[in-house]
């Protein structure tokens, strides 16, 4: 007799390893960031990787001549792109740069599956359940541990608070939007519109508060290509075909993960350390995340 849990066609093997690559190569953009932020400043370095996105998706829409969004559609894809795209890593880069430590950063933003799920209760009529909220603050909990030793002391501008509520907001929103309009448009033509729209948006604030210089070094090179390539092409096509296919809340959960993930790459590609309590939060943060799901899953 055949095993009902086994996957049936290709779509389901994507389905079930989706989550699990979305969260390894979404963490992989800390990574990439740290290599070429001491390059180019935020701004021109945001529109230079929206601009090889957007080029390399235009290049691939000639070859495969995908279904173009309806005017509605264009709409809801600038949009969701200058949410999740624009505000999100424009708010992060923009308050790492004036002085808000990545922990912290990864704090704040990590308030996001506990702001999306309250957001989609009320908003989209999907029902969280009570195991489900516990999950979610156990996450929150676990990371906590995970960055609270990475969090810095001193003074931080305003501007960096500013702007990491905007990066919260933006993919809290953006998950949401994507999740209620982003549904039918082909996945080709709608990143490039997304890309094309948040690199405007890049290319302006480095007009107006930048200097635009480039060190071209290896570095640099080798971390536009792989933010282009696995972020921006990889990670964000799985994040939008996991909110196509699951609730909200289960796509937002996987972000507690992602800085247990980025902590492991950190201390293996530049020896940061990993300490008891970040190993600690690390299990809540996967306990969390597997009481969302697991929840949802058996409904």
């Given at each position: 007799m055949p095993d009902p849990d086994a996957p049936r066609s290709t779509d389901d093997l994507i389905a079930r390893a989706a989550p699990g690559l979305f969260v390894v190569l979404w963490a992989s953009g800390f990574v990439g960031a740290k290599f070429g932020l001491p390059y180019a400043e935020p701004m021109t370095?945001?529109?230079?990787?929206?601009?090889?996105?957007?080029?390399l998706l235009a290049v691939l829409a000639l070859a495969t001549r995908p279904p173009w969004p309806t005017a509605g559609g264009f709409g809801h894809n600038i949009v969701a792109g200058l949410l999740v795209h624009g505000f999100y890593l424009g708010g992060v880069f923009i308050a790492i740069s004036h002085g808000l430590p990545?922990?912290?950063?990864?704090?704040?933003?990590?308030?996001?599956?506990?702001?999306?799920?309250?957001?989609?209760?009320?908003f989209l009529g999907e029902r969280v359940r009570p195991w489900q909220w516990v999950g979610l603050g156990l996450g929150l909990v676990g990371v906590w541990l995970v960055v609270h030793e990475k969090t810095g002391t001193g003074s931080v501008s305003l501007t960096a608070w500013i702007a990491i509520t905007v990066a919260l907001l933006g993919i809290t929103l953006g998950t949401l939007y994507q999740k209620r309009f982003g549904g039918g448009t082909d996945w080709r033509s709608a990143l490039m519109?997304?890309?094309?729209?948040?690199?405007?948006?890049?290319?302006?604030?480095?007009?107006?508060?930048?200097t635009r210089m480039v060190q071209w070094t290896a570095d640099f090179?080798?971390?536009v290509g792989w933010l282009v390539l696995v972020l921006s092409l990889g990670a964000v096509w799985l994040f939008y075909f996991l909110i196509r296919r699951s609730a909200a809340t289960q796509v937002a959960s996987l972000f507690y993960l992602v800085p247990p993930v980025t902590a492991v790459m950190a201390f293996g590609l530049f020896g940061e350390r990993l300490a008891p309590l970040a190993l600690v939060g690390m299990a809540l943060c996967a306990g969390g995340v597997f009481l969302v799901n697991q929840r949802a899953a058996s409904r």
């Open positions: 370095f945001l529109c230079i990787r929206m601009a090889a996105a957007a080029g990545a922990g912290l950063a990864a704090l704040v933003t990590g308030l996001q599956p506990i702001l999306t799920s309250t957001l989609a209760n009320r519109v997304q890309y094309a729209a948040a690199g405007i948006v890049f290319a302006a604030a480095a007009w107006l508060t930048e090179i080798f971390a």
